[in-house]
């Protein structure tokens, strides 16, 4: 089992930055891959960036690619995704996720607003 805890969601306005963390316990050494998803209303939920365990190479959306930036630091558990030149499209809740050879594991969410 792996339990996932999100932070550093809020209101921020367009062109302003905002960091997310996610902290990772339980079973950590199974985790392949951890991403952060992002589900606005009425939309389906959808990839924003991903990071493997191995290597650490990195996967992003297209239409965050320049913009956002996924990391991780072992030593703490966490992978973080730093959110610059925030537009109102980016307005979601966004969730950490933990994927590993046999399941899916996912974090409550933490709400981002973008908006003067």
């Known amino acids: 089992q792996v339990q996932l805890v999100e932070s550093g969601g809020g209101l921020v306005q367009p062109g302003g930055s905002l960091r997310l963390s996610c902290a990772a316990s339980g079973s950590i050494l199974s985790i392949a891959v951890m991403s952060w998803y992002r589900q606005a209303p009425g939309k389906q939920r959808e990839l924003v960036a991903a990071?493997?365990?191995?290597?650490?190479?990195?996967n992003y959306a297209d239409s965050v690619k320049g913009r956002f930036t996924i990391s991780r630091d072992n030593a703490k558990r966490s992978v973080y995704l730093q959110m610059n030149s925030l537009k109102s499209e980016d307005t979601a809740v966004y969730y950490c996720?933990?994927?590993?050879?046999?399941?899916?594991?996912w974090g409550q969410g933490t709400q981002v607003t973008v908006s003067s």
């Open positions: 990071i493997a365990s191995s290597g650490g190479s990195t």
């Open positions: 996720n933990a994927a590993t050879a046999y399941n899916v594991y």
